[in-house]
């Protein structure tokens, strides 16, 4: 797989393509701005050309904005959804000079409204922000932890959103924190391949298109967005090793969001990374 970590841009898109180069990276995620905040600064087009030659440069194959957490499509108050859709918008705008492939947002939650009618204002946000969509850009839905009203932390729900829009540049992304923590046992080769069929099934595998690796310390189905190392929470290092003996989900990029400084991302790339090559090794004789 095209393993990466998140990285920060405030100081920066050339100190973040030299830091992602310095841990590693194959791919880079990162937030085009303040994730906390509705407003939007004007592009710097030649920070973010200079971010596009510098990844190429370095071997970054793969890279991903991540839309701010302030995003909720699912919402029925109308200057979310419109401050929402601005956001959405602009990473659109920033993707498309950068030469980033994926736009990577959380969908927000449906409040006290019927479940059913929050899903089909998703839905509606979803075919607005799609037609501003340039061309080489994918829109990815990640799921949720699944707690109270969120929309996304069933495959189920995913899976049904894909089709109500029938989109050829709108795909998922996986948190493997988010699916534990929604109620999903990956911590086994049974558990992974029951979820696998399951992705198959509801969303298709050729609609999975990137991976977020966390693990995490929440309780199985503790519907709490909690990341941790990887390897030393309660997914473990027989979680992820089942995720690599699945030969379906080969060569997607998988994006690091363990928490910490530059040694934790480096410890957390070079653990994702043994596991993987030793799960192709042949067994010992």
């Not at 409204?113 to 340039?134: D, H, M, N, S, Y």
């Not at 089942?242 to 379906?248: C, G, K, N, S, V």
């Not at 997607?252 to 090559?277: K, V």
């Given at each position: 797989?095209?393993?990466?970590?998140?990285?920060?841009?405030?100081?920066?898109?050339?100190?973040?393509?030299?830091?992602?180069?310095?841990?590693?990276?194959?791919?880079?995620?990162?937030?085009?701005?303040?994730?906390?905040?509705?407003r939007?600064?004007?592009?710097?087009?030649?920070a973010?050309?200079?971010?596009?030659?510098?990844?190429?440069?370095?071997?970054?194959?793969?890279?991903?904005?991540?839309?701010?957490?302030?995003?909720?499509?699912?919402?029925?108050?109308?200057?979310?959804?419109?401050?929402?859709?601005?956001?959405?918008?602009?990473?659109?705008?920033?993707?498309?000079?950068?030469?980033?492939?994926?736009?990577?947002?959380?969908?927000?939650?449906y409040?006290?409204?019927?479940?059913?009618?929050?899903?089909k204002?998703?839905?509606?946000?979803?075919?607005?922000?799609?037609?501003?969509?340039p061309p080489q850009?994918?829109?990815?839905?990640?799921?949720?932890?699944?707690?109270?009203?969120?929309c996304?932390?069933?495959?189920?729900?995913?899976?049904?959103?894909?089709?109500?829009?029938?989109?050829?540049?709108?795909?998922?992304?996986?948190?493997?924190?988010?699916?534990?923590?929604?109620?999903?046992?990956?911590?086994?080769?049974a558990?992974?391949?029951?979820?696998v069929?399951?992705?198959?099934?509801?969303?298709?595998?050729e609609?999975?298109?990137?991976?977020?690796?966390?693990?995490?310390?929440?309780?199985?189905?503790?519907?709490?967005?909690?990341?941790?190392?990887?390897?030393?929470?309660?997914?473990?290092?027989?979680?992820?090793?089942?995720?690599?003996?699945?030969?379906?989900?080969?060569?997607?990029?998988?994006?690091l969001?363990?928490?910490?400084?530059?040694?934790?991302?480096?410890?957390?790339?070079?653990?994702?990374?043994?596991?993987?090559?030793?799960?192709?090794e042949?067994a010992?004789?």
């Amino acid at each position: 797989m095209i393993f990466g970590v998140h990285v920060h841009v405030a100081a920066g898109y050339r100190n973040a393509v030299t830091y992602a180069e310095r841990v590693g990276c194959r791919a880079v995620q990162f937030f085009s701005g303040n994730p906390k905040t509705y407003r939007t600064a004007g592009m710097d087009e030649a920070a973010v050309a200079s971010f596009r030659q510098g990844r190429s440069a370095a071997g970054i194959e793969t890279s991903v904005i991540h839309s701010p957490y302030l995003i909720n499509l699912a919402s029925d108050d109308r200057k979310i959804t419109a401050g929402s859709l601005h956001l959405l918008k602009n990473d659109f705008k920033v993707a498309d000079a950068g030469g980033v492939r994926y736009v990577n947002t959380h969908l927000g939650s449906y409040g006290t409204r019927p479940r059913a009618e929050g899903f089909k204002a998703v839905v509606a946000a979803l075919a607005t922000a799609l037609e501003f969509i340039p061309p080489q850009v994918m829109l990815v839905l990640e799921n949720s932890a699944g707690a109270g009203q969120l929309c996304g932390g069933t495959m189920e729900e995913l899976g049904a959103l894909l089709r109500a829009l029938d989109h050829p540049q709108l795909g998922v992304c996986i948190d493997t924190a988010h699916a534990w923590a929604a109620g999903y046992d990956i911590d086994s080769q049974a558990g992974v391949d029951r979820f696998v069929d399951l992705v198959a099934t509801e969303i298709s595998l050729e609609k999975l298109l990137l991976f977020h690796f966390n693990d995490t310390q929440v309780p199985l189905g503790g519907h709490r967005d909690r990341h941790w190392h990887i390897g030393e929470g309660l997914i473990g290092f027989g979680g992820f090793r089942a995720i690599a003996l699945r030969p379906e989900l080969r060569g997607r990029p998988a994006i690091l969001e363990t928490p910490g400084e530059e040694a934790d991302d480096l410890r957390n790339l070079q653990t994702i990374r043994a596991i993987f090559e030793g799960a192709h090794e042949p067994a010992p004789r």
